[in-house]
């Protein structure tokens, strides 16, 4: 089965069994690397991306299913030289250690931060509930979220667009 798909801005045009994974798709077929496999089962948050703009598990969701929504993974969020602001959240306050889930931390965070541009701790950590970090404790991914979230403010007053969309 043929399928089109918009990813980071570049659209691709592959042949895919009807069943393959999302997942499978970005890594295997486009090269897209930076989204984990980590669980298989929708538990971790690893293979977190954005369909459309909002944070989904792409071990969920068959590539087929994606139809004309853009999809957004960590290489879309910023590069070398010009990070996201949860990027350099991440890296400023460390927030992270082995950076397995960083990846599926950041992209679940930017859809808070989208929806939610002052977030309390609480919130933050409510929302980071369905991605499992097995090193950092979440102290330092929760102070991450927070300098983001005052980076993203101060950047465009009055806005609450902190990602992709």
């Known amino acids: 089965?043929?399928?089109?798909?918009?990813?980071?801005?570049?659209?691709?045009?592959?042949?895919?069994?009807?069943?393959?994974?999302?997942?499978?798709?970005?890594?295997e077929d486009l090269?897209?690397?930076?989204?984990?496999?980590?669980?298989?089962?929708?538990?971790?948050?690893?293979?977190?991306?954005?369909?459309?703009?909002?944070?989904?598990?792409?071990?969920?969701?068959?590539?087929?299913q994606v139809g004309d929504?853009?999809?957004t993974t960590i290489e879309g969020m910023g590069t070398p030289g010009d990070l996201h602001p949860l990027q350099t959240g991440f890296w400023e306050q460390h927030g992270l250690q082995c950076g397995f889930c960083t990846p599926?931390?950041?992209?679940?965070?930017?859809e808070l931060l989208r929806h939610n541009p002052q977030p309390s701790e609480e919130e933050i950590r409510f929302h980071l509930e369905g991605n499992y970090c097995r090193c950092t404790g979440y102290h330092n991914i929760?102070?991450?979220?927070?300098?983001?979230?005052?980076?993203?403010?101060?950047?465009?007053?009055?806005?609450?667009?902190?990602?992709?969309?």
């Not at 980071?8 to 890594?27: A, D, I, M, S």
């Not at 930076?34 to 590539?63: E, R, Y």
């Open 31 to 64: 090269g897209l690397t930076g989204t984990h496999v980590g669980c298989d089962t929708s538990q971790c948050g690893a293979c977190t991306v954005h369909v459309g703009g909002d944070a989904v598990k792409s071990c969920t969701l068959l590539a087929v």
């Open 142 to 165: 929760v102070r991450a979220v927070q300098q983001a979230a005052g980076a993203i403010r101060e950047a465009a007053p009055g806005q609450s667009q902190a990602a992709d969309d």
């Open 1 to 27: 089965m043929n399928v089109t798909m918009t990813v980071n801005g570049k659209t691709y045009t592959r042949e895919v069994e009807p069943r393959r994974l999302l997942v499978q798709f970005l890594r």
């Open 69 to 71: 929504l853009p999809v």
């Open 104 to 110: 599926g931390m950041i992209m679940a965070s930017a």
